[in-house]
């Protein structure tokens, strides 16, 4: 094997091996709610109208106190949001709510790939202070049942930040689950923020490296038995 063959197989496989070890691309993803049309009393949407940006919402009824056993049961959900078109937004013109129908007051997200952290702003208007929360939930074996696996907790009154910051970080640990809950009346919030676990890179990087390597190979091969580049028979 020349020199040149040796150099050229360490550099490929060095490069694609690194980048192979190397970690994914983590995408920061923010919903503001503002590519849609809403009144100022709020308009109802499909759970879905915000998919393409890697999350759907569904409203619902969830328990005012954590149960001890931090697992807790969701009803009565239904595949919309309200979006409120006002001043009690933090990025104008819009935030959301959950429909308030039938007591549905909480909002449910579902995100098409898990993520490491989420945050949402609670809503702009002057108010008594009511307790809400940010939960990131793991959906058990039973139909709309989840375990609460991070918890941050505020109160709808706060109107800058940090105190109007509703935030988890799991660091490692991802999650695809995470429910905006009320205690009270109906509340909302703007700015929801995730990030998403990095999409491995690996298996692409493994075929370039095998056929770079079976191509490199063959060729050295060649040379070792005398036969040229071109594949024609020297004794000719």
């Given at each position: 094997m020349g020199t040149n063959e040796k150099s050229v197989i360490i550099c490929v496989i060095s490069f694609i091996c690194g980048a192979w070890a190397g970690p994914g691309r983590a995408d920061v993803v923010l919903v503001n709610f503002d590519n849609v049309s809403a009144v100022e009393t709020g308009t109802l949407y499909p759970g879905t109208t915000f998919s393409n940006q890697g999350v759907s919402f569904a409203s619902c009824i969830s328990p005012s106190t954590l149960p001890s056993s931090s697992?807790?049961?969701?009803?009565?959900?239904?595949?919309?949001?309200?979006?409120?078109?006002?001043?009690?937004?933090?990025?104008?013109?819009?935030?959301?709510t959950a429909t308030t129908t039938v007591g549905t007051n909480d909002i449910l997200m579902s995100f098409a790939v898990p993520i490491f952290s989420i945050q949402v702003t609670t809503d702009d208007p002057v108010e008594s202070g009511d307790l809400v929360r940010l939960l990131a939930l793991e959906p058990t074996e039973n139909p709309w049942e989840?375990?609460?696996?991070?918890?941050?907790?505020?109160?709808?009154?706060?109107?800058?930040?940090?105190?109007?910051?509703?935030?988890?970080?799991?660091?490692?640990?991802?999650?695809?689950?995470?429910?905006?809950?009320?205690?009270?009346?109906?509340?909302?919030?703007?700015?929801?923020?995730f990030e998403t676990v990095p999409e491995a890179g690996g298996t692409w990087l493994s075929i370039v490296l095998m056929?770079?390597?079976?191509?490199?190979?063959?060729?050295?091969r060649r040379r070792a038995a005398g036969v040229p580049p071109d594949g024609s028979d020297c004794s000719q």
């Open positions: 697992n807790l049961t969701l009803s009565g959900a239904r595949d919309e949001i309200k979006v409120n078109g006002n001043a009690n937004c933090i990025s104008s013109p819009n935030f959301i989840f375990t609460v696996i991070g918890i941050a907790e505020g109160f709808d009154d706060a109107t800058t930040s940090p105190a109007n910051l509703l935030a988890i970080d799991l660091g490692n640990k991802s999650f695809s689950f995470a429910l905006f809950q009320v205690t009270t009346e109906s509340e909302g919030f703007d700015d929801l923020i056929a770079t390597t079976a191509a490199l190979g063959s060729r050295i």
